[in-house]
């Protein structure tokens, strides 16, 4: 029983709120943990500044160490691969949304579904309603936010953060990048 | 359930005995008996008539739910925890749940354009008589209410045949909300299937009350080169007296403009507008100016520019009242939808009317007679105007003013928190303290003027005033122009472009629709379309997009309504005027069907949806819609299988309608003429789907143009644009080219090289071009085929 | 709008000319040619005619708000923060937006009326004809339809004329509806007058639906000694084949009734229902059963009872189908506002169709005729009978294995965090587990039959169940009696108990109206209708409430059915029938105006209001009300100055109307013999509220029951009742008794000597007895007085 | 910016979230700084066992140190007398929370408005409905819940709590009050 939920739970808006990244050994977890991981990116990956910097460094260890699948959204592959980074495979936010719904759906190489998504680069408003949407539509995938700002509907979220205390934490998560740690 | 009754309207027959004058009996007109076009299935349409057909659909394209919070508050056994699988204590789960809430929407979209429509013909046959023709563009337009003609099974020909539809319209729209209670539909599809049909019912309301006011006033009759009229802050003489009318509803505005015009106070009054109310103006008028979309309300207001403001319904802001006190412009609310807690002065002597507002005894009042809105606005206007001068009524800060309120800025970060766009006000604020105004100008672009920001400043920062003062420059040079609504499509310009249309050789028809709730200002509308109208797509826009469109300038100074012409056919950008003129972009595609390829359209929707959506390459883009009227349209323009594309702020409807490519079974069809089923491709590949940039929304509105029927030729066109598109904007070929090649004969000649080695890697086969439907209905049934 | 149109309806004109077969013009008949009665002021209102009558009232009692949570999400441009004074991106506050929820459920729920009546008259017009005749109690009842006379201004004599109401209705609702969306109406206030429009269409539609299904079946016509019908799950014989019928919309239902008894099954198989269909059913058929309220519906089906459901609309558990699967039970759904994703069967076979459901191969079916209905439901019950026998259909846990159910219970108390009455299952449990059920059975008592709990429970305890095996002894003897449903009031009760209700001294009628979302269980609304029956007020009971009340036994085993008479007179308990039969209860109060005080109703709201007002001492107690239909129910009550008392979750309403005794100068009317201004005290001192408890609410019963008009008889009899309950109940004197005490003659001769001290002490002087009203339009205007 | 607050304030069911109350000092300070306050008791205070007796005694004890007047809700008038106290007035729990948004009121006792709510006593749901009406319609009032369950709407509340910790909580509460702690 945290301290500020509501006893009748469907008092506030939502039940069930984002876990907060203390520490990335969590996420290193569920890494280890996940049998099958994807990276999705949004259009504001690539809005330039320090959010760009961290997010496309954390994205290239993610792809070389662990070989997480990365996939971009809305039109940012070719800006992309102009920062270093050639994802996986591009599709809408909402087709990507749609597909991790369907139980059914056998991922971008043919194997399955995937059990850990990482996401990042969203505008606030719209990934709000992805994860929305994930929460209810693919309640067993485990979905972590990369992005500085809390996000309630994610299985595990920053919470709001000033731009160098977020990179110093990806960077944190980065130190513990290893192929041991897989 | 009117199928089966006629409505037969009597004019007062207040007093018992003998008193029946105007007995009026419509039944050969209404029912058609001048009509010789065979009856279809489903004349005036229950939900259930339909269903067949929407589940087809929904077959193909599955919601995609994304709720706003994870409860449901609709009744008092809530709320309720819907999230991770769990039912309500009404035993309904999430995904009928969310639909429900989009049937919520829808019906409140259609009621809205409904209520307005009998508003209006109500309104017109008290003034013009029952009898009055229905004229939507004489001898051009023969079909003159296609939509009407394919739900009704009627074609109206006076302002009374109207209120048969309305009857239908208002018992259907009931049923549709009664089932939003709870403890009644239970099955998410079933929802979606009756949010279908609210679409469908909406579009029909739209034609309506559009058709009534194009035919009593002097609308643009299906007028291809209807004038440009004037749009944007910069336009407005604000030396003299100037009126503000806000909304949906015109007649009011109307006769402000006959009442200045009897009166000779034409040249000496300004009558500016913002939203439909706006465009609708300029269609009776068109020195009349259009200020902005709905999201200029705030921004226009506080510059003190306006003296007196009329109000009618719909899109108007619920702070008006508080918003014109604070700057002394007396509000004329002339609905009864917004009485605005106002007092209803209509019976009284517009003399103490207008002494009690000039006076600012009162601040505002209530007229629902248009006539006398007309009277005491612009007298109001013109003697408000004087005592205006001697009192603060603009509060856009000076340079000086806004260095000072910006330094007050603690860079809480609250107001970026607040806002729709996240927009980065303490930024821009830091810079500005310092003088530079830049940053702040900038957010002014993306800014949709709703306030919240100053809500949430405890710094008690007039933020929105303080971007319009940074782009005080760029406010004034606002100036631009927009072709005045022209209402509906002739039938010579669909002989004209139904074949390369429904060949896929004009590449498309894309619509631009719907309200300002722009993620990052009008600018991208306007450069869509100019994209498109360039690619020689046939663009038409309506409502606040058609605003946003004319917002723009080219490197010549041009508007894009100047740089492109205004007719139905390829490279045209047409402006078919407000909100409820959407109802001719369906009629346009509905025409296609009937005029074209002569289907008969009398009570026959099915049939119709199918030959549009496999047929018409029709997108709807709704980049900033917000409201649930725009929810509405776009379910109309769903059920008859045209896809909508909306902006990032979009996904906040919570339910996308989407397809799966890499499902092939999805995309089969029959071919008429064998009854076989064939495999088409996924075209077109979504209903309902946000993008969440411009360019993710170009590529979709060049995708989903395809459809099955087209020829070779016509896909190849598509497929240059799409792949075109694609290569620029995303920096990379499409990975599903395959999909949509069914035979080498698809491949675009100029891209051969670089698609021949795709294609023959992921293994095409030659597939037929089949005559494609989703209805065993459809299928000859030759050669004992199925 | 439709106020001075008259729709003639015509009988089939498919084909075009010469085929006007049935054309039947009724003029004389709808605008009451054969009624001499003078036309009132607002036949047909729009909700604009009646603002000010509301504003009126709104003045005295003022909204209060309680918000669900702090956020609109009503659009794309939300959710927008609404807390501290914060106006969202469209610029409503939050005391409109509250407003505006408001509005939306008082337009659900009269749309579900309104739709539910427009589909039984359409269905009984084609299968009855349009020429039916009303008849709703023979010659007992001239003033046929009070509200609709009162509201529409027409006298409807056949099932057409209904037509015009409801097209009238579905008009009226589409509109109010429109002033939903977002950007529309921003005065709370006149949100409020809106939901009063709302609320009186509402009961337009109830008395039509009614009338209608009143003049066609064999229910009783006005009949106050209709029979005793059983009640319970105890009276179920479960070894014949069992039908269930759930929801509101009887056809169906009829004709299952009648397949049966044509074909000598009715002694062979139990017809049961659930909620208003049962109620209604057994008007027709009081040999049916009725099962319980609402929240019946998960324990009689997971009992196994039922072979056959068949579901029609409102009130329905969306996951029927689950359930019903769960218990291999066929589910039959017979309404298009329920499709619950089914195929819809209607033109089908009926042999192909039982044998689809008998032998499972589809869980249900959707048909919507009514008599294919009755003959499906019952031929495959027959024969499911048998199939079920094979099969697991209950899931109530034996004893044994309630013990085992209850050890796996972690205490983790998330079970009575997600229940509406935040049950203490966890300690239950743990007593439970060790053999003791009474604490479990306890909590039966007071469950509602959600089943949220059991979607939280993560060691999977069907808890439901648990409760219901518990209770097991309780649930056998659940053998109760209710009088079945007798419809309006004759004219000749309304003469007789006219001048002792409005001289106050037959001291109130209460009536007891609504769902079962009880707090403490439905004995409570027992406890209260027999407290005022034996207190010799008219206790009137319609829908679930109605149930509630036969679901006890006194001493003597009689249930208050039993105990006291159904006539609508002093110490009635009169049960009117179902939700619809509401109108009957306004009806009453409008007929004393007509009957007894001979006051015009024809299209005359406003002053028939301000009768009922001020001196029909009637109030509502919707004790467990739950949906957006009662919300509309309660808000045609305000309207017509009537005041409703909810239980503890009718908070979640959002909105009180309360007024204040503190503030005297809200107390005066006009005395219409001399235009002056009398204080009468705080009566009635509020027009909605919720009572915590039910000893608050028999107070607020008793002390809502005054009015100005009251003679000191009158009041001194009320104030009686009104100081002994708050004695007994509160355990104290009123502290406000010298409020409601006029004169010295007001004052209860019992009390004298208690209450004198406290009228001295606070002063109390002699006031008039005004004729009262709140409109000058109702002053005489005699010597010169305004 | 707390942890789980949502970036877009409005992401989740409400803004504004009450204040746990950490240690009763908080309480007494409030009280101090109260110019005039007020206790509503709702009809679960008679409820019996341990709550009972727990709120009965902080009652009796707020009566007489603070001589703060306490307003009881419902039914409960003589039953509470029964225990010992008596309150000040009794009214309907929606009267009192409508007078409380009028800031014409003029109190109990002709004085005017109060500016610090204790409330007590009632369920859940009922009271999470009186406090957001409180919260919206008397913004500048503060108003403190005593039951041991969080409610959100409060300006401060106890979070979720055992019976016996919650005892312990206002006992706590109970051994600050003194004349001098006015
Ligand atoms: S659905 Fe909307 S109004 Fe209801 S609790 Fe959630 S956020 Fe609040
Ligand atoms: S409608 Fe159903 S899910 Fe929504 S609050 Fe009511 S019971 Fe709960
Ligand atoms: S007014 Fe403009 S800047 Fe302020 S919150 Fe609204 S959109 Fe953002
Ligand atoms: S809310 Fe006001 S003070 Fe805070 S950052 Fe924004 S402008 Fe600055
Ligand atoms: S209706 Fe108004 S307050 Fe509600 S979400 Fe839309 S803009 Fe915000
Ligand atoms: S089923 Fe009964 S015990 Fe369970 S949550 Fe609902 S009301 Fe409470
Ligand atoms: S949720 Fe289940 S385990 Fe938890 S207390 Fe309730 S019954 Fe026991
Ligand atoms: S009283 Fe309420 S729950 Fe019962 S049948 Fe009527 S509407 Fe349904």
């Known amino acids: ?182 | 359930m009117n199928k089966r009754n006629i409505h037969i309207s009597l004019n007062e027959a207040k007093s018992s005995a003998g008193s029946l004058k105007g007995l009026d009996i419509q039944v050969g007109k209404i029912k058609g008996e001048f009509w010789d076009e065979k009856e279809g299935p489903t004349p005036f349409p229950d939900h259930i008539d339909l269903r067949n057909w929407d589940r087809t659909l929904l077959a193909r394209y599955k919601p995609l739910y994304l709720p706003f919070c994870d409860l449901c508050c609709l009744c008092t056994y809530g709320k309720c925890d819907l999230s991770g699988g769990k039912r309500g204590a009404c035993g309904i789960g999430m995904e009928a749940q969310q639909s429900r809430i989009v049937l919520l929407a829808a019906c409140i979209g259609a009621a809205t354009h409904t209520s307005h429509g009998r508003h209006l013909v109500t309104h017109l046959i008290g003034k013009y008589g029952r009898r009055t023709p229905i004229n939507v563009g004489g001898s051009n337009v023969d079909v003159e209410a296609p939509v009407i003609r394919l739900v009704c099974g009627i074609k109206p020909k006076t302002l009374s045949d109207l209120e048969t539809v309305l009857d239908y319209l208002e018992s259907q729209l009931t049923e549709l909300l009664a089932t939003a209670h709870t403890g009644q539909e239970s099955d998410p599809i079933d929802f979606e299937s009756k949010v279908f049909h609210a679409g469908m019912l909406d579009h029909v309301a739209l034609e309506l009350a559009d058709m009534a006011q194009i035919s009593v006033f002097d609308f643009p009759k299906a007028d291809p080169d209807a004038e440009l009229v004037k749009l944007g802050l910069g336009t407005i003489d604000s030396k003299k007296p100037v009126i503000l009318v806000i909304g949906h509803n015109v007649p009011p505005a109307v006769d402000i403009i006959r009442y200045s015009q009897k009166h000779d106070l034409s040249d000496k009054i300004e009558v500016t507008g913002i939203c439909c109310t706006a465009i609708d103006l300029t269609r009776q008028d068109p020195h009349a100016k259009i200020v902005g979309p709905i999201s200029w309300q705030l921004r226009y207001i506080r510059s003190g520019v306006p003296d007196v403001i009329v109000v009618d319904e719909q899109c108007v802001r619920a702070d008006l009242l508080i918003e014109a006190g604070n700057v002394s412009a007396p509000l004329i609310a002339t609905s009864s939808k917004n009485c605005a807690g106002l007092v209803d002065r209509t019976l009284d002597n517009p003399d103490d009317i207008i002494s009690d507002l000039v006076s600012g005894k009162v601040p505002g009042v209530l007229i629902l007679d248009p006539d006398k809105v007309g009277e005491i606005a612009v007298r109001t206007a013109v003697l408000v105007k004087e005592t205006r001068r001697t009192k603060k009524v603009s509060f856009i800060p000076t340079d000086q003013e806004l260095i000072e309120l910006a330094k007050r800025c603690g860079g809480c970060m609250e107001c970026t928190r607040a806002c729709p766009n996240e927009t980065p006000i303490p930024e821009a604020m830091k810079s500005a303290a310092l003088g530079n105004f830049v940053s702040l100008a900038e957010i002014y672009d993306s800014c949709i003027g709703c306030g919240r920001c100053e809500d949430v400043c405890n710094k008690d920062i007039p933020i929105h005033n303080t971007l319009v003062a940074a782009a005080r420059k760029k406010v004034i040079s606002e100036q631009f122009f927009v072709r005045a609504g022209r209402g509906a499509i002739q039938d010579i310009e669909i002989r004209e472009v139904g074949g390369p249309i429904v060949l896929g050789e004009i590449p498309g028809v894309v619509a631009f629709v719907g309200c300002a709730n722009f993620p990052k200002g009008v600018s991208e509308v306007a450069e869509m379309a100019r994209e498109f109208a360039k690619r020689r797509y046939i663009c038409v826009a309506s409502g606040c997009s058609a605003m946003a469109i004319g917002m723009y300038k080219n490197e010549d100074g041009q508007t894009p309504y100047e740089e492109y012409h205004g007719r139905f056919e390829a490279g045209g950008i047409v402006n078919v005027g407000s909100c409820v003129s959407n109802a001719h972009i369906s009629g346009a595609a509905i025409k296609i069907a009937s005029i074209f390829a002569k289907r008969n359209l009398r009570g026959n929707y099915e049939e119709i949806a199918d030959y549009v959506y496999n047929r018409v390459g029709a997108v709807g883009v709704a980049w900033g819609a917000m409201s649930q009227k725009a929810a509405a349209i776009a379910s109309g323009f769903w059920r008859l299988g045209i896809p909508v594309i909306v902006g990032p702020h979009g996904a906040k409807y919570r339910r996308m309608l989407m397809g799966r490519k890499d499902n092939e079974e999805d995309w089969y069809v029959y071919d008429t003429r064998t009854g076989e089923k064939v495999y088409v491709g996924p075209v077109p590949e979504h209903l309902f789907i946000t993008a969440e940039t411009k360019e993710e929304a170009m590529v979709l509105i060049a995708k989903l143009c395809m459809r099955p029927n087209d020829t070779s030729r016509g896909r190849s066109m598509k497929l240059t644009h799409y792949i075109d598109l694609y290569k620029r904007l995303y920096g990379i070929m499409p990975d599903d080219i395959h999909l949509y090649i069914r035979s080498s004969a698809d491949i675009p000649i100029t891209m051969k090289e670089e698609i021949l080695p795709i294609i023959t890697e992921k293994g095409q086969s030659d597939q037929i071009i089949p005559d494609p439907t989703l209805l065993t209905s459809q299928i000859r049934k030759r050669n004992g085929a199925k």
Chains 1, 4 share one sequence.
């Not at chain 1, 990244?21 to 990956?45: F, Y």
């Open chain 1, 1 to 182: 029983m945290a301290d500020q939920d509501p006893w009748i739970r469907s008092e506030m808006g939502g039940t069930k709120q984002a876990h907060v990244i203390s520490k990335p050994e969590i996420m290193v977890a569920m890494l280890k943990k996940s049998r099958r991981s994807l990276v999705i990116i949004g259009n504001e990956t690539i809005s330039g500044g320090k959010r760009t910097e961290t997010l496309i460094k954390l994205i290239l260890k993610l792809q070389n160490t662990y070989h997480t699948p990365v996939l971009s959204t809305a039109h940012i592959f070719g800006k992309l691969i102009a920062h270093g980074i050639k994802p996986d495979a591009n599709l809408g936010s909402m087709e990507i949304t749609g597909r991790l719904c369907d139980p059914q759906w056998k991922g971008l190489d043919g194997n399955g579904q995937y059990d850990l998504i990482f996401v990042a680069g969203f505008s606030y408003t719209l990934l709000s309603l992805l994860l929305s949407g994930l929460k209810q539509g693919a309640p067993d995938t485990k979905v972590i936010s990369l992005d500085p700002k809390y996000h309630p509907h994610a299985t595990w979220s920053y919470p709001n953060m000033k731009p160098d205390a977020w990179q110093a934490e990806i960077d944190r998560f980065i130190s513990l990048f290893s192929p041991d740690n897989m």
